[in-house]
Each structure stands twice: as C-alpha cells, then as structure tokens.
C-alpha cells in the first residue's frame, strides 16, 4: 500500500477482524479513520454483478465532481476492465480476500491522475456478500483537481491479498496486463473460469483476468 488512507483503512479494519475474516459494518467508528475518512467509501450490493457507493467521503466525491452515493462502482471503470473488478469484488465478498488497485483516471479535458483504491471484505448481518469497505486516493492533487471530474479510469496494477498471510510491506499492486496472474489467490466466486495455464501453474480465465490456483483453500 503506497497511500496513507490505504494504510490507515487497512490498519483499522485488521485490528477491528480480530480472528475473523471480516468486521460487522456496525463495528466501524468514523472517528477512529477520521484521517483517511474523506478517501472512505462502503459498497452495497446492487446485485450479482455491480455494487453502488453507499456513503462516499468528500475528497472522493470531488475528483469526480459530483456525489457518488447511490452510484455504480463497477461502471467507473472503463469497459475492457469491468470484467476484471467484478472477479475482484467477488474475490473480497466470498473469500474474504483484500483487493489493490492502482488506476489512471482521465478528465473532462484529458488530464490524467493516479490513483489507489483498497478494497476491504465488511460483514453485514453476518454476511460478506452485500457490503465492501474501500478507500479511494490520488498520488496527486494538482490545481485542476475537484474542477474537472474523472469520466474514464483504466486498471494499471492490481493484487488480491490475503491478511493472515502476508506481512503488511507486502502490500503493493504489481502491473497489470491483459491476462494477469494473482499468485495465492485460492479464489472460488461465483463466475465461472476456463481451465487454463499460466505461466506452467493451473489457472482459471475469466475474460482477461487469470487466477492462479493456490494459497488458501
């Protein structure tokens, strides 16, 4: 994790888990991230393929100069990597892993940013399944930020990582090409994947994303 809301969320969230696998949305205390609480976003399941925000913090919400809330999550991105995010954002809600994302956002006027987005497993009544905590943070802020909003962003790393595995310097996207391999994933959601092998390992593809099987089971 490069960013500090990245780190401040993530830091929060694992001290919150304790031995589980994900916090209970009712458990989170604002004021204990209310450094990182403007980057602070919560997903809700709008159904099986697409999550919208449900609150989004104020910082977020400028760089793509409108309110967030009640919008798609998934259709941010642009259209070759929504296949992509959707396998991510299963990977977080039925395997309770933890997603990076780096993106390179473009403006209303072709100006383009960095940024780094964390995506977190969050219990709701006892289910993963219909929630996501993130945070979202730019590695910039230049005068145009918050006056011309983000209409296209497209996947330059990403990871799936698995908390009780690795220790926390670990945390960084690798570069993302069109078929990427996730080492250790263990992922099992509900797309389904085209046996395949990556790289001489057993892999699933799922459009042009490949899982490498392995890591937990």
């Known amino acids: 994790m490069q960013r500090e809301s990245s780190r401040i969320l993530f830091d929060y969230w694992n001290e919150l888990r304790g031995e589980r696998q994900a916090p209970e949305r009712r458990e989170i205390e604002p004021t204990r991230i209310r450094?990182?609480?403007?980057?602070?976003?919560?997903?809700?399941?709008?159904?099986?393929?697409?999550?919208?925000?449900?609150?989004?913090?104020?910082?977020?919400?400028?760089?793509?100069?409108?309110e967030l809330k009640n919008r798609s999550f998934v259709n941010l991105w642009q259209q070759k990597d929504r296949d992509a995010i959707t396998t991510l954002?299963?990977?977080?809600?039925?395997?309770?892993?933890?997603?990076?994302?780096?993106?390179?956002?473009?403006?209303?006027s072709n100006n383009r940013l960095a940024f780094e987005t964390i995506l977190l497993p969050l219990a709701h009544n006892g289910s993963t399944q219909t929630r996501l905590l993130g945070a979202m943070s730019a590695f910039d802020e230049p005068y145009w930020f918050g006056a011309q909003p983000m209409m296209e962003q497209k996947i330059t790393g990403l990871r799936l990582i698995w908390p009780d595995?690795?220790?926390?310097?670990?945390?960084?996207?690798?570069?993302?090409?069109?078929?990427?391999g996730m080492v250790n994933?263990?992922?099992?959601?509900g797309i389904s994947g085209v046996p395949a092998k990556v790289h001489g390992n057993n892999a699933r593809r799922y459009q042009h994303l490949a899982v490498i099987d392995g890591g937990r089971n």
């Open 35 to 66: 450094m990182a609480l403007s980057n602070t976003f919560i997903l809700e399941a709008a159904d099986r393929n697409d999550f919208n925000f449900r609150l989004a913090g104020s910082h977020l919400c400028s760089a793509y100069c409108r």
């Open 185 to 189: 994933s263990g992922f099992s959601g």
């Open 89 to 108: 954002i299963r990977a977080v809600t039925d395997d309770c892993a933890v997603a990076l994302v780096t993106f390179e956002g473009t403006t209303s």
């Open 165 to 180: 595995d690795l220790k926390r310097e670990e945390f960084s996207p690798k570069p993302y090409e069109p078929v990427f």
